[in-house]
Nanobody
């Protein structure tokens, strides 16, 4: 069992930046493909970004490409989501997720991740 705790959310003006962190309760974070998802009020959960076990591969949702960056520090059991050029439509609860069984980043979906954090709220004011 892996526990994930997100932090770094808050209120930011449009055009600003935030960095989210996800702390994992495992000493073997390298065993897990990690992902970020988000859910806005009244909408379905949406894929944001994913990163391979080593950190050498990444994948992004179309709506955040070029603005968001996912990274990880396995030795610190932490995954990050750097969010730049934020827009009002980025307002959502952001969730960190992990899975040890996925073979590659193309299989990262909101139904395919085994472990989830409780989320952190990001509000972007326009």
């Amino acid at each position: 069992q892996v526990q994930l705790v997100e932090s770094g959310g808050g209120l930011v003006q449009a055009g600003g930046s935030l960095r989210l962190s996800c702390a994992a309760s495992t000493r073997s974070l390298i065993s897990y493909i990690m992902g970020w998802f988000r859910q806005a009020p009244g909408k379905e959960r949406e894929f944001v970004a994913a990163i391979s076990r080593s950190g050498g591969g990444t994948r992004y949702g179309d709506s955040v490409k070029g603005r968001f960056s996912i990274s990880r520090v396995n030795a610190a059991n932490t995954v990050y989501l750097q969010m730049n050029s934020l827009k009002a439509e980025d307002t959502a609860v952001y969730y960190c997720a992990a899975d040890a069984s996925l073979s590659d980043l193309s299989r990262v979906t909101d139904r395919g991740m085994a472990y989830w954090g409780k989320g952190t709220l990001v509000t972007v004011s326009s």
